[in-house]
């Protein structure tokens, strides 16, 4: 089993989900750490762990990302954190993976379960072997104490409740 480092630069943690009911809204997490241990090869016997700081949230407007981080939605004075532990890594096939594990935000945990894929490895300019994982899955903000909304004039609401959540890793061995 080999254990991994994030290249943090070369690697990103990003969700979208409806604004008004009709265009998307991206972000992404800057600041992330993972403890990812096994053989790039077959990750079913891997450990994988992530701890994300909260208050890196980047939607790219001031405004909104401070809300975000408010009582109204994640509220990171009282909870910094959102993390991620595998309980469970499934093979597809063909580099394919399930990877099942308890996602905490806002001290609620619930199962999550993330589509993987093996992307592939090679050697950066500096010499130095990278690996490179993709991942998504779908999640309820509500499921997790992330009620806040506005009821739009028109009918509808201002914040969707579907989370998507894509994560693009390159990691090189420790």
């Not at 409806?18 to 990812?36: D, L, P, Q």
């Not at 016997?45 to 700081?53: N, R, S, Y």
């Not at 594990?101 to 806002?106: A, C």
Request: negative net charge.
């Amino acid at each position: 089993m080999t254990k991994y480092t994030v290249d943090t630069a070369h690697s990103s943690i990003g969700f979208s989900l409806k604004h008004m009911m009709v265009s998307k809204v991206r972000g992404n997490f800057n600041e992330f750490s993972a403890n990812i241990e096994g053989n790039e090869q077959d990750l079913t016997g891997a450990t994988i762990e992530f701890t994300i700081d909260v208050a890196s949230i980047n939607t790219n407007n001031t405004d909104r990302d401070n809300h975000l981080r408010s009582g109204d939605f994640f509220d990171v004075e009282q909870y910094p954190s959102i993390t991620f532990k595998a309980t469970n890594i499934e093979s597809k096939g063909s580099d394919e993976y399930k990877v099942t594990g308890d996602l905490t935000i806002k001290d609620v945990t619930k199962e999550v379960t993330f589509d993987a894929e093996y992307e592939g490895k090679g050697t950066n300019p500096w010499g130095q072997e990278v690996v490179a994982f993709s991942a998504d899955t779908k999640i309820n903000r509500k499921d997790f104490g992330l009620t806040w909304n506005q009821t739009l004039e028109t009918g509808g609401v201002l914040v969707g409740e579907d989370i998507k959540i894509d994560i693009e890793l390159e990691l090189n061995p420790a």
